[in-house]
T-cell receptor, first 115, second 118 residues
């Protein structure tokens, strides 16, 4: 039962162009979403998050969009740089009484930015 | 200003041995989470701890796995009688703990421990 899905295992873009990574979820009770970047042999690095009360959050070159009705979020990276090449994980958590904030992760999308 | 620390970074064990993985959270953080990543998969939640308390162990296998976060010292994930299927990357994350139940807090991850069972 995969509650968070990243259907594209990989994405390749040219340096300077936009990278769009997508994530779908099935649990309508999720209310907090995060994107992490991961290099090989390292731990995930937090990039950006969004609460369900918002539909957009921006931080520098990174913007996350949330479409609650479609249960879909996306991460836009503009402009893409070769150093952005990594695996990107989408994660979600739900805020309910008794919930502990555990994150549910997607399978990841490998982004390659070509010079 | 250290982030989340994990050691060892790499651990090799033979089947039947014990594995002990350590995690020191970021300074000021009181919540610790353990996740496991199998090859070609995303991270899977295992356990959530606060000091001296296990809050949620719903993702932990019922046998051979245990976790603790003592009043003093790092959090420990212990795997007894390891099997080849335990080979994975084990990540620890921490969060501040200001939110009452830890939700809606960003979790910061350590570099992971890569366990290989021969």
């Amino acid at each position: 039962d995969q509650q968070v899905k990243q259907n594209s295992p990989s994405l390749s873009v040219q340096e300077g162009r936009i990278s769009i990574l997508n994530c779908d979820y099935t649990n309508s009770m999720f209310d907090y979403f995060l994107w992490y970047k991961k290099y090989p042999a390292e731990g995930p690095t937090f990039l950006i998050s969004i609460s369900s009360i918002k539909d957009k959050n921006e931080d520098g070159r990174f913007t996350v969009f949330l479409n609650k009705s479609a249960k879909h979020l996306s991460l836009h990276i503009v402009p893409s740089q070769p150093g952005d090449s990594a695996v990107y994980f989408c994660a979600a958590s739900e805020f309910l009484p008794g919930n502990t904030g555990k994150l549910i992760f997607g399978q990841g999308t490998t982004l390659q930015v070509k010079p | 200003n250290a982030g989340v620390m994990q050691n060892p970074r790499h651990l090799v064990r033979r089947r039947g041995q014990e594995a002990r993985l350590r995690c020191s959270p970021m300074k000021g953080h009181s919540h610790v989470y353990w996740y496991r990543q199998l090859p070609e998969e995303g991270l899977k939640f295992m356990v959530y701890l606060q000091k001296e308390n296990i809050i949620d162990e719903s993702g932990m296998p019922k046998e051979r796995f245990s976790a603790e976060f003592p009043k003093e010292g790092p959090s420990i994930l212990r795997i007894q009688q390891v099997v080849r299927g335990d080979s994975a990357a084990y990540f620890c994350a921490s969060s501040p703990g200001w939110q009452r139940q830890g939700a809606q807090e960003t979790q910061y991850f350590g570099p992971g421990t890569r366990l290989l069972v021969l």
